[in-house]
């Protein structure tokens, strides 16, 4: 006997219509109910969720720790008041979602007027093109021309941070996005990036055949990636899901490894300093990359616009469906003739070049690497930053990237930089309670994965 239940209007087969539009439960229902653990509720396991959000963010806002006395902030927020004041409002705020149901009207009702304006947008958009257009275009020159407002340092960090993690997401979204794979290692390829950047400027102990202007070294990167890519993704992508997480990983590893003990190829611990500025030498036209960061923002701002113009063609096209088909149910996609390991190692591979791009860029504006810039934890950010916009959506994936990468500096002034993780950990907590789907979703992806906050 199939019973639905949701909270108590649960209606079982066998009971009359008039109990069904009274609302009355059933006993089946009830019955079923009760042999419910009460923990394995959705609506009980959000309490639980919230509850410890709040106790983090009591240990977050409360006082330092003392190198003297290891455990003094644990034991002045855990006998305080602040810790009683984060629960109740995790638990207020639980309480309103749960069961106020005239707040949930008044939200709802506030979110639909806000959303009517974008639901009028979206056929308007697909009936002008040239308003299309015309809105790329206002906002490519917004990005140009408001870093010219901003001082040094956050134009430092819309660089370093911003623009280097947009284009790690962009090339993540292509292979767990798009194809489905869990790509834990992807960071990797950002290190085989810009070491390949210095190979081909000479400044490794082993030195090259021939040194390249340091622009060239941004295609050079790319199809070293890429084959990277195809190296690693030949004999692993057969498999799939946690498995696969877990090559991808221990090829991060490798990676990380040899960067670090091969001192007569990479340099080692010590790094690698001197890597030179962009440059350009055509003739008359001559310009030479320098420290302000500006001129790094503007062409990551042209090399960011050209692989979303890329990859929105590359999503509609026969290997974007096929992608798409793998993702949903890779099985049903090999059984209708799909060589679903060839279309795989092709998202992995565009994925791994992409991060090369961004190596490529970001060791030719800092002029040093190490290791130490290529951690495990990257690969772990990049990861979140795609969740958080939206898997599978590039405006999802600018927005979300570019948010959860600028947040470290906006906290910079309010909270202190040992804490700032913090407040971005429990960001994602609360996102992936009441919105899974992420900011802006895919349409297939806004469609499967129901909103947070349902039982």
Same mark, same amino acid.
């Given at each position: 006997?199939?019973?639905?239940?949701?909270?108590?209007?649960?209606?079982?087969?066998?009971?009359?219509? /008039? @109990? =069904?539009? $009274?609302?009355?439960?059933? %006993? #089946?229902?009830? &019955? !079923?109910? +009760? *042999?419910?653990?009460?923990?394995?509720?959705?609506?009980?396991?959000?309490?639980?969720?919230?509850?410890?959000?709040?106790?983090?963010?009591?240990?977050?806002?409360?006082?330092?720790?003392?190198?003297?006395?290891?455990?003094?902030?644990?034991?002045?927020?855990?006998?305080?008041?602040?810790?009683?004041?984060?629960? /109740? @409002? =995790?638990? $207020?705020?639980?309480?309103? %979602? #749960?069961?106020? &149901? !005239?707040? +949930? *009207?008044?939200?709802?009702?506030?979110?639909?007027?806000?959303?009517?304006?974008?639901?009028?947008?979206?056929?308007?958009?697909?009936?002008?093109?040239?308003?299309?257009?015309?809105?790329?275009?206002?906002?490519?020159?917004?990005?140009?021309?408001?870093?010219?407002?901003?001082?040094?340092?956050?134009?430092?960090?819309?660089?370093?941070?911003?623009?280097?993690?947009?284009?790690?997401?962009?090339?993540?979204?292509?292979?767990?996005?798009?194809?489905?794979?869990?790509?834990?290692?992807?960071?990797?390829?950002?290190?085989?990036?810009?070491?390949?950047?210095?190979?081909?400027?000479?400044?490794?102990?082993?030195?090259?055949?021939?040194?390249?202007?340091?622009?060239?070294?941004?295609?050079?990167?790319?199809?070293?990636?890429?084959?990277?890519?195809?190296?690693?993704?030949?004999?692993?992508?057969?498999?799939?899901?946690?498995?696969?997480?877990?090559?991808?990983?221990?090829?991060?590893?490798?990676?990380?490894?040899?960067?670090?003990?091969?001192?007569?190829?990479?340099?080692?611990?010590?790094?690698?300093?001197?890597?030179?500025?962009?440059?350009?030498?055509?003739?008359?036209?001559?310009?030479?990359?320098?420290?302000?960061?500006?001129?790094?923002?503007?062409?990551?701002?042209?090399?960011?616009?050209?692989?979303?113009?890329?990859?929105?063609?590359?999503?509609?096209?026969?290997?974007?469906?096929?992608?798409?088909?793998?993702?949903?149910?890779?099985?049903?996609?090999?059984?209708?003739?799909?060589?679903?390991?060839?279309?795989?190692?092709?998202?992995?591979?565009?994925?791994?070049?992409?991060?090369?791009?961004?190596?490529?860029?970001?060791?030719?504006?800092?002029?040093?690497?190490?290791?130490?810039?290529?951690?495990?934890?990257?690969?772990?950010?990049?990861?979140?930053?795609?969740?958080?916009?939206?898997?599978?959506?590039?405006?999802?994936?600018?927005?979300?990237?570019?948010?959860?990468?600028?947040?470290?500096?906006?906290?910079?002034?309010?909270?202190?930089?040992?804490?700032?993780?913090?407040?971005?950990?429990?960001?994602?907590?609360?996102?992936?309670?009441?919105?899974?789907?992420?900011?802006?979703?895919?349409?297939?992806?806004?469609?499967?994965?129901?909103?947070?906050?349902?039982?």
């Amino acid at each position: 006997m199939s019973t639905t239940l949701h909270g108590t209007n649960a209606v079982a087969p066998g009971r009359g219509p /008039a @109990a =069904a539009a $009274a609302g009355r439960p059933s %006993a #089946e229902a009830l &019955a !079923a109910l +009760r *042999r419910v653990r009460w923990y394995r509720l959705p609506r009980w396991r959000r309490l639980g969720t919230l509850t410890a959000v709040g106790v983090l963010l009591a240990v977050m806002t409360g006082e330092q720790g003392s190198g003297a006395d290891l455990l003094f902030s644990l034991r002045t927020t855990f006998t305080g008041t602040a810790l009683w004041a984060w629960t /109740a @409002a =995790a638990v $207020a705020l639980w309480a309103v %979602a #749960e069961f106020g &149901a !005239a707040p +949930r *009207r008044v939200v709802a009702s506030g979110a639909k007027a806000a959303a009517a304006p974008l639901t009028r947008i979206r056929p308007a958009l697909e009936r002008r093109p040239w308003l299309r257009v015309t809105l790329v275009v206002a906002g490519l020159a917004a990005a140009v021309l408001l870093p010219l407002l901003f001082d040094r340092s956050t134009n430092q960090v819309l660089v370093d941070w911003v623009g280097i993690y947009i284009l790690l997401a962009l090339g993540l979204n292509v292979v767990i996005g798009w194809a489905g794979l869990l790509d834990l290692g992807f960071v990797a390829f950002f290190a085989i990036g810009g070491y390949s950047t210095a190979f081909w400027s000479g400044h490794l102990p082993i030195k090259p055949p021939f040194e390249l202007n340091p622009f060239l070294s941004i295609p050079v990167a790319m199809v070293t990636c890429l084959l990277a890519g195809i190296l690693l993704g030949a004999p692993t992508l057969r498999l799939r899901g946690d498995y696969l997480a877990i090559v991808t990983l221990g090829f991060h590893e490798i990676i990380y490894l040899i960067a670090k003990n091969a001192e007569s190829v990479t340099g080692g611990s010590l790094g690698v300093f001197g890597i030179p500025h962009f440059s350009v030498d055509l003739g008359p036209l001559q310009y030479r990359w320098g420290l302000d960061p500006l001129d790094y923002l503007w062409l990551l701002i042209g090399l960011i616009t050209g692989l979303v113009l890329l990859f929105r063609k590359l999503e509609r096209s026969k290997i974007g469906r096929t992608w798409e088909a793998i993702r949903e149910d890779e099985v049903a996609a090999a059984a209708h003739g799909v060589d679903t390991v060839k279309y795989k190692l092709m998202a992995f591979a565009i994925g791994a070049s992409t991060s090369g791009i961004a190596g490529a860029v970001y060791a030719s504006k800092v002029g040093f690497i190490n290791p130490e810039n290529f951690p495990l934890l990257y690969s772990v950010l990049v990861l979140a930053y795609v969740i958080f916009g939206g898997m599978g959506s590039v405006p999802g994936v600018l927005l979300g990237a570019a948010l959860l990468a600028y947040l470290p500096h906006g906290l910079k002034d309010v909270v202190d930089q040992k804490d700032r993780f913090m407040y971005l950990g429990a960001l994602l907590v609360v996102m992936m309670i009441y919105r899974p789907q992420g900011l802006l979703p895919a349409r297939r992806r806004r469609r499967t994965v129901p909103t947070g906050g349902q039982s």
